[in-house]
């Protein structure tokens, strides 16, 4: 397959979103370390600070001339800083794969309201299937926190909306919207974390780490995923982001050494089947729609 027909193809932004979730579970488990030096908020300040720095030397968003409705691009920053917010907050007393579980309602939410075919509720129907099998629903779920779940479906809720704001404003702003909509991020989570951070953010034993998770979590993922959300439709893009929880237990095989149950590789192959049929899918549809227009 050529450049050309690799970027005008499916298979592009698809690779794009594979790579941005391993970046973003590297991220997680970095970022999980710290959170008895310096807590959930002091985190999500230095991963939201560093990140928006890095993406706005990357992409120089001062040169950029903003046209149009800014709303979309605000809101998008704004999404942005409480998906990870959140998220922190809940991974403090909820286990990650329940945690990213929960979370995932808000694209599932976005597929299912953004479908119009009866084969896209099959996909849907399939992953969330998976997330059934994958939550513990037997004597452990007893043990969830309560408030850790709540943020970590508040978590999915500005996810949901991070979607769909970030397909718009990406519309119209390009690539440099990342950089924007993390300052945005930055500019409200930032004084916040820092405030309600344990100890100093810039201490030489914390900033590294703290740099490693700004590129992991948020500079590198959030750059792939802004370029992937302007090739494909937000149903097709939310769907995929249900590979989430089956890179996360995968993780917890290869570096945890954790094992999985029966139950928990038929949830893995739901979720897989359903990334590849809502790519398949889509990329059948967008062959039906061009021939037809």
Known sequence: MTLSALRGSTLLPVLLIVIAMLSIQSGAALAKNLFPLIGAPGVTALRL???????????KPWRMRIQG??????????????MNFLFYLSIRTVPLGVAVALEFTGPLAVALFSSRRALDFLWILLALT?????????????????????????????????????????ANHGPATVAIGSLVAAVVFCPL??????????????????????????????????????????????TLMSMEPA???LSGILFLGEHLLLTQWVALFCIIAACLGATLTAKRAHITDSAQS
């Open 69 to 82: 409705n800014r709303l979309p691009l605000l809101l998008y920053g704004l999404t942005l800083g409480g």
């Open 193 to 238: 974390g820092a405030y309600f951070a344990e100890t100093s953010l810039l201490s030489p034993a914390i900033l590294p780490l703290g740099i490693a998770i700004a590129i992991l979590s948020t500079a590198l993922p959030y750059s792939l995923e802004m370029m992937a959300l302007t090739r494909l439709p937000a149903k097709t893009f939310s």
């Open 130 to 170: 998976g997330m059934w099998f994958l939550l513990p629903l037997d004597n452990d779920i007893a043990n969830v926190d309560m408030q850790g779940a709540l943020c970590a479906i508040g978590a999915g809720a500005c996810w949901a909306l991070y979607i769909v704001f970030g397909k718009s404003a990406g």
């Open 49 to 59: 600070g560093l990140g928006a720095l890095i993406l706005c030397i990357v992409f």
């Open 247 to 249: 890179i996360a237990a």
